[in-house]
C-alpha cells in the first residue's frame, strides 16, 4: 500500500508539474504545484481503499487541493488559482466523460446516463471540496499571511520587481 501510495505521489507530481508547464504557469509555482498535486492524489487513493463510492475520494482531495494550494499561494505570493489548474488535472474525471459519450454515441442510454451522473457527482464533490477550503483557508489567512511575510523572504525574482 505505502509502495503504490509513493508511486501514485511521484506520478500526480510529475503530471501536475507538466501540466503547469504546459499552461505557462510561473515558474515558482511548479513545485508547490506538484506537492499539492501529488498529496491530493495521495489522499484520493487512500480514501479510495476506504470507501467505493467516488464522493468522498472526491471530496477530500479537493479538500487538500484547496487547503495546500491557498498556503503554497500565500508562500510563493501568487494567485491561488495558477496552483489549483496544473493540481486538479489528476482528478478530472475525463475518461469517464469519454466514455459516456462514447456509449451516448453507440445507442447505450443506460450505460451514458450511469457515466454522465457519475461525472456530475465528481465535479460537484471537487466544487464543494474547494469551497470548504476556501471558507475553512478564510479563517486563517490573515494569520498565515502575517507569520509568512515574518518569517519567509521574498523570492529573488518578486525581489527584483519590488526594487524597480
Known sequence: MAFRLLIGFI???ASSV???IITNVPRRTL???GVTGGA???VYLAMGTVTSNVLLPNLL??????LLANAAAVLVRAPVNVLYIPCLVALVP???IYMAMKD?????DNAASQG?????????????GFVIAEAIFAKIRPAFRCWVEKHVPLPKTLREEEQR
Open 116 to 128: 454522465f451522473i457519475k461525472t456530475l457527482t465528481i465535479a460537484i464533490a471537487l466544487a464543494v
Open 94 to 96: 475525463g475518461a469517464i
Open 31 to 33: 513545485f508547490p504545484a
Open 40 to 42: 491530493s492524489w495521495v
Open 104 to 108: 451516448f454515441t453507440l445507442g447505450q
Open 61 to 66: 482531495a479537493a479538500v487538500t487541493i484547496g
Open 18 to 20: 507538466g501540466f503547469g
Open 11 to 13: 506520478v500526480a507530481f
